[in-house]
């Protein structure tokens, strides 16, 4: 009887052993590198070494896309935000007391330099310079005899003094009521759009009411706040880049105009005013977020920012060799929004995994999908 069971046990035995091992020799056969490893996060659904085929076939590759490691300009920028404003901008005002008679100016329109706005009721100027004319008429003619007799020694000197006075004070209320009489034309002192019109035709007008707000909005400023530290990397026409909500994705060109001689002793910045080519787009009042470059390399290895691994402590990426990811390991320079500049770790013509790295591992099978290859960044 003890026989008896000692072959039924041996025989149970066997029977478990090849249960477990027909998978793991099933592994060991499919010859693909990186089977059975740990670190499969199945991100995108597919395990890290792949899967296996029902009828015992190839292990299928984790799909993904790729990038290739290419050579291009990349900057330094230092990030803030500023509000646009117009380089002039301007209420003008009316400098006579009257009605307005026309306008020939509307709120969005577009004025050239000198062209008329408005016009205001000038019958009483005019009026005043007539009666101007005519008393400069008479003091040149009391001033023309008073010197006539001054010179044959007739009166004395005080009375053509007197004379010339009079005069020259005529002479200086005709040219005041001229300059008066132009003020009943409102012209634009400089061409740009009209912003607002604050007045209606017929409304009458006293000195200094606001008749028009008038700006130009190309080029447009932005100051901003730079940190004292970054002084010896500023200089004029260091060039920037501007992003606003209106216009997302879209990036303005944009240079420094002015940097502010002195250092805010409470906040510790420096004022830089930049100058914005808004392109008939962007508005005074816009929040901009501000992309200043602080340096520049014109040659420097580049890859996107997705390749980026997210799974681990350093800096690494997957790179597609011979069907499989490679992790490696990089040192990264520059990087801006798009794209990472590699100091260490790539070669020029290599191709990084952008898309379906979640779950990957080094040595997982992997495909690229068809059309999954980026083109190299512009």
């Known amino acids: 009887m003890a026989l008896l069971l000692l072959l039924a046990a041996g025989c149970g035995g066997g029977g478990e052993q090849a249960t477990g091992g027909g998978p793991q020799a099933g592994e060991r056969r499919s010859g693909q590198p990186g089977a059975g490893q740990p670190g499969r996060r199945g991100g995108n ?22 990038a290739a490691v290419v050579r291009r300009p990349i900057a330094q920028y ?8 117009a380089e002039h901008d301007i209420d003008l005002v009316a400098r006579v007391v009257g009605p307005v008679v026309e306008l020939a100016a509307e709120e969005g329109m ?30 040149k003619a009391d001033f023309e005899r008073m010197q006539a007799l001054f010179d044959n020694e007739l009166v004395a000197r005080d009375e053509l003094d007197a004379a010339r006075a009079a005069y020259e004070s005529a002479l200086g209320d005709v040219e005041r009521t001229r300059i008066q009489l132009n003020y009943t034309e409102i012209t634009a002192p400089f061409g740009g759009l009209i912003a ?13 009411t606001q008749l028009f707000r008038l700006s130009d909005f190309d080029p447009l400023l932005c100051p901003i706040q730079v940190p004292e530290r970054e002084l010896g990397r500023l200089r004029i026409g260091q060039p920037a880049e501007i992003e606003v909500e209106a216009w997302p994705g879209h990036r303005f060109g944009a240079r420094v105009l002015r940097i502010s001689p002195v250092v805010d002793a409470d906040s510790g910045t420096i004022r830089v005013t930049l100058q914005v080519a808004g392109e008939g787009r ?15 390399r014109p040659d420097a290895l580049v890859i996107p920012k997705q390749a980026l691994a997210l799974d681990s402590l350093g800096d690494t990426v997957f790179v597609a060799r011979d069907g499989v990811a490679e992790r490696r390991a990089i040192e990264i320079g520059f990087e801006n929004a798009e794209l990472l500049e590699v100091e260490r770790g790539l070669e020029e013509g290599e191709l990084v995994v952008v898309v379906g790295q979640d779950g990957l591992s080094d040595g997982t099978p992997i495909e690229v999908l068809q059309g999954g290859r980026r083109p190299a960044p512009p």
Request: hydrophobic share 40%; no cysteine.
């Open 45 to 66: 659904g597919f395990a890290g070494a792949g899967f296996e085929f029902p009828d015992g076939g190839r292990t299928a590759g984790v799909p993904v896309e790729v």
């Open 110 to 139: 577009r004025v050239a330099k000198g062209q008329l706005l408005a016009r205001i009721d000038a019958s009483e100027v005019r009026a005043q310079l007539a009666v101007a004319q005519v008393r400069l008429e008479e003091t």
């Open 78 to 85: 230092f990030e803030t935000n500023g509000t646009l404003e």
């Open 196 to 208: 607002r019109r604050y007045v209606r035709r017929g409304q009458f007008v006293s000195t200094g």
């Open 282 to 296: 962007l508005r005074p009042g816009m929040f901009a977020s501000v992309f200043l470059e602080m340096e520049s």
